[in-house]
């Protein structure tokens, strides 16, 4: 791999840990915006499905808009819109001034995820052959494992700043993000579109002919996602009844992220070895039973537990774009929209579900319910087309496109 797409997987992979690090703010400081804003059960429901749809129900849109209009831009300013105003939060006085908050700083880390997907995922295809993708799983693997590391650690770096500063100074958190919007105004290249074969097949005819593993592929995702948002939801309101202390929360919670970050590492890498739906299927498989006991037991088993089912239950995510990406290789941009962001947004749509659960049984029975989920995942996972089908489709498809 030569130098240039090195520079360029990496400044991304950076951003990405950067972005996402704001995104898992909100679940550190749900428990103290309750109480400071005097919030129910079901309004703290609302504020992560509000951010998901900012951030990741209108990634299509986002990845549409910078294909056709803006081809670095929003991936260079969307650092800076979300380290503005998700810092904010811990200042919001009233719950409409948390949601504008939320809203527009879920904007700005909606704007890079498609365009950076893209560019990290062309930097992979230059060194190889046909847009071939030898290296596809592992490079994705870095890019989406970098965005679930800084996203578990959101939760301890915020912690650790409002137990020194206040909660109403989590504004100074603010400035990596915006140390990082300078180094990707300098460096972050564009993305440039190839040309096109006479006979390749349009976006809209490619998006068709492969609509029903792309739509079985899709909701196996929108489930998964629905437990991972849930679970970063209400574990710490559920810890919090356990007797755990804020920081105690946070570390537990960031376990959870981070092995979930370690898992998406090595997914990819498992996926180029073993086969993209075979990882994902068997990962589904075994998060069930794993977070249903980690909800059953307490202490430190329930801890460990928990650990192994945020790793398994994570796994897929970087695989799951390169599943899209190879199914409709001519647009990269917009399958990784729709896995990355809308297929996770429509999961956190289910978040509320979570919370009138919590209310009627408990957080750690509705927790245990939604822990079901995966095997529905599994399910559909089980009707997908085998790796060896999907990838030599993928091939003549590339050939055709020239991508």
Request: include cysteine; glycine fraction near 10%.
């Amino acid at each position: 791999m030569n130098r240039q797409n090195k520079l360029t997987i990496t400044l991304l992979s950076a951003a990405h840990f950067v972005m996402d690090s704001y995104s898992s703010f909100i679940f550190q400081l749900l428990p103290l915006l309750t109480t400071k804003l005097h919030l129910t059960a079901a309004q703290v429901g609302l504020i992560p499905p509000t951010l998901t749809i900012a951030s990741s129900l209108m990634q299509p849109v986002y990845g549409i808009i910078s294909d056709r209009y803006l081809k670095r831009s929003m991936a260079v300013f969307g650092p800076l819109i979300a380290a503005v105003f998700l810092s904010l939060l811990g200042t919001a006085s009233s719950l409409p001034m948390l949601m504008v908050f939320v809203i527009l700083g879920g904007i700005g880390v909606g704007m890079f995820h498609p365009q950076g997907a893209a560019l990290v995922s062309r930097a992979a295809s230059n060194d190889d052959q046909a847009g071939g993708g030898k290296h596809q799983g592992l490079v994705m693997s870095v890019f989406s494992s970098t965005g679930t590391v800084g996203y578990a650690l959101g939760p301890v770096l915020i912690a650790a700043a409002i137990s020194v500063f206040g909660l109403e100074r989590s504004w100074y958190t603010m400035v990596w993000g915006v140390a990082m919007w300078v180094l990707m105004l300098r460096f972050c290249p564009s993305l440039e579109k190839r040309e096109k074969a006479s006979d390749a097949p349009s976006l809209p005819d490619a998006l068709r002919a492969a609509l029903g593993p792309l739509t079985l592929l899709y909701f196996a995702v929108v489930l998964r996602s629905a437990v991972s948002v849930s679970v970063q939801t209400y574990l710490p309101f559920a810890l919090k009844t356990s007797g755990l202390t804020e920081v105690e929360r946070s570390y537990v919670l960031a376990g959870f992220l981070f092995f979930g970050g370690v898992g998406g590492f090595f997914g990819g890498a498992l996926a180029d070895r073993l086969g993209a739906r075979r990882v994902s299927l068997v990962a589904m498989l075994l998060a069930t039973p794993l977070l249903l006991a980690a909800f059953s037991l307490s202490g430190m088993p329930s801890y460990i537990l928990l650990l192994a089912g945020g790793t398994v239950l994570n796994l897929p995510i970087p695989i799951s774009v390169v599943m899209a990406q190879r199914l409709v290789p001519g647009g990269a941009s917009t399958v990784s929209a729709l896995m990355m962001g809308f297929a996770w947004g429509a999961g956190a749509l289910l978040t509320p579900l979570a919370g009138v659960l919590s209310e009627h049984f408990g957080y750690f029975q509705a927790l245990s319910l939604l822990s079901l989920l995966p095997l529905i995942s599994a399910t559909l996972l089980w009707l997908y087309p085998k790796d060896e089908l999907v990838a030599r489709n993928s091939v003549r498809t590339a050939m055709a496109t020239g991508d």
